[in-house]
């Protein structure tokens, strides 16, 4: 027990030292620092399915260290954690006195949530912390460690609020965001409203207004851009066509942001007006039908019942809306796919742009890029927080 | 008398078309027509455009067929313009990524929502505070860390990434479904002397299987669809996604200029989840509907 | 059932170990020696479940980090030898469940 316990633990552990004096440390090396930690745990507690744990780790590292030497001493490692689990085994049926009833509720909760908690750690607490990190700071280039930064302090965000792209980005945000978001909610609401007012088909006609969300938008925004804004075959330029009138060219500069938005908005419907046909579900049949005897037209109960009890779902939608509009990229891209145009720049096009410039005389700015997406972020949060005051979730009692 | 009303009037609607309350709804139906038959027009435009030489489709003249149907668009854009390896990429991220979400999510949800121990709350809150981080947050420092990793097998970079993505959105749906269950299903369990786990494993999964069919198409859609992070971590030719695959060849459109092949290649990205729509589209919007808006 | 397990892991072991000499990967000859270890204890003892686990494991973890530094064909083939040692392993597994005192370790 003791003899492979001692080598299960320390063989990985040379591995890992030998690796990180010859090769430096990187990601590759965390294998090996699992191993180590699980072969101990193990040892502890005499547990098997830890040992269990330590010889796939051991295993791994196997893959990830990319030198012979530390690479064989890694399978030596998940030999040694292969005996110590079979010792641990043992001792287990040795001594059942020492099963704690609680211990297997224990272990189960632990190994349950362990690899969530792992990726909330690994793909959102650090990144998050980082990007936040990087807004105030400069750095040579975006995988720079973080021994290399220097502190710029509030210069990253004045320079992109210097910068002529960034404010045309935001001004082209906020357009998206007003124009296009009257547009779309008022259609989905239409649609709802339609929808619900016991229309045959019902579900037939929701699904067809919902399915632009559900192919790939680049797709989607593919069918729009060689079809229907063509200036040759295009569908809209027929029409004009067939009322005599003279073909636009919609992809132009000045049109374009527009014919974007149009798409944009084409597909973006179907899903605000779902929520919005939820919402109006809720509300009790009673009501309307209470209108009803008492007179009110349709028109008359859409307004006076509808919109008001919806005001806890429109929030929902404005909310999306808003995250939905801060993170703009795919149209965006697929409007000006080579060069990024200045008329329908976003502001994460921004930042993709300025952490990985296409363009060989273009310095890639990492800092910047951070504090775009830090202010995007707090616009997000602003318009949630502003949203949770101004709309009272007054509907629920209903 | 308002009750008397409703019991009469009820029944009377479901029996016979009733016109003139078809006829008050007719400004609805002409608007939700129009919408319909602008979308069903374009997608029929693509799919006969797809079955088109380039020359038919300048001219405008796609329905004619006048030099017969041309299947071939579809053999050049799946293999002269690389559709296949993209399309094949985007399967393995698909499946590999919904198999391992739910392997991770699904345990995770079930002991959040069963069992009280120290950092419950603070995972679940922080759970949904992952789910609506955007994710030109986290982009950049992902990047710096995938970047010494390099050597690595590259599709499994975009893979994990895929993988870790989705685990925050389907971890917090499923924990609905869990909290739905009765408890007398592990008593009964532990009686017979199973183990949590086997418990978990033999009964309560299966047991959430609607919601696994649910959660598992929203993140087969997902991934099939991802575009920002595929473009930054999947953007060479050889591990491209379908999405970054079609910008490509829509990017080269201008040196070979074969419309009919690009029409082919959108076709073929778009019909995989095409279909699974048509099949599932009521399991689909019940799931936007129900487990999707929830704050 | 426990002797065609451990001849079918077998032969995927030494199989996935022959693959890994064409073209020689160093990382996949050790991974493959990893295995036919791990084949060969559970030979030895039949009673003990973890380690077939731990085979199964095992198989299943070299494919996902190998794989891609393959040619398609080598790729497929490297996934059929897998997947056979898993197979082996199961057989094992079901084989000593049928004999339970099969190894004469837990009699």
Known sequence: MIVTGVLSIILPALALILQCVFAGFSILCIPSIAAVIFAALAFWKKGPVLAMVTVFAAFIQVCTLNIQLTAILGLLSAAAAVFLMIECEKFREAHPELADPKAATKQMIIGFILPCAITLLVMYAYPVVRTFLMSFFDMPNITAPISEWTFAGLGKYSKIFASQSFIRSIQNMLMIWIFGGVLTLALALLFAVILTSGIRFKKFFRAAIYMPNVISAVALATMWIQYIFNQQYGMLNSIIKFFNGTPINWLATDMKFWAMLGSFIFGAVGYYMLIFISGIEKIPADLYEAATIDGANKAQQAFKITFPLLKGVTKTNLTFWTINTATFYLWSKMFSPVDTEASVIVPVMYLYDTAFPSKGNIQADAGAAAAVGIVLAVIILAVYLIMNKVIKDDDIEL | MALFHKKEKVPAVHQKINWRKEATLLPGYIIIFIWLIFTAAFLIWILAASFSTTPEIMQGKVFQFETGVHFENYAVAWSQQNVARYFGNSLLYSIAGCFFTILISAPASYVLSRYKFVCNKIIKNSLIIAMSVPAVMIVLPIYAITASWRNAPDRLIFTVLMIFFRVPYTTVFLLNFFQTLSRSYEEAAAIDGCSPAGTFWRIMFPLVQPALVTVTIFNFLGIWNEFFMALIFASSQKIAPVGVGLLQIVNSMKYTGQYGALFAAVIIVFLPTFLLYIFLSEKIIAGVTGGGVKG | ?107
């Open chain 3, 1 to 107: 059932m426990g002797i065609a397990g451990f001849i079918t892991a077998l032969a995927g072991s030494v199989l996935s170990l022959i693959l890994s000499f064409i073209p020689v990967q160093f990382t996949n000859i050790l991974l493959a020696l990893f295995l036919v270890f791990l084949t060969i204890m559970c030979r030895m003892m039949p009673s003990r479940t973890s380690l077939k686990g731990c085979l199964i494991g095992c198989a299943i973890l070299t494919f996902l980090f190998r794989f891609t530094h393959m040619t398609v064909v080598g790729m497929i083939l490297y996934f059929i030898t897998l997947a056979i040692v898993v197979a082996g392993a199961v057989l094992m597994h079901i084989g000593n469940e049928s004999h339970p005192t099969y190894g004469g370790e837990k009699a």
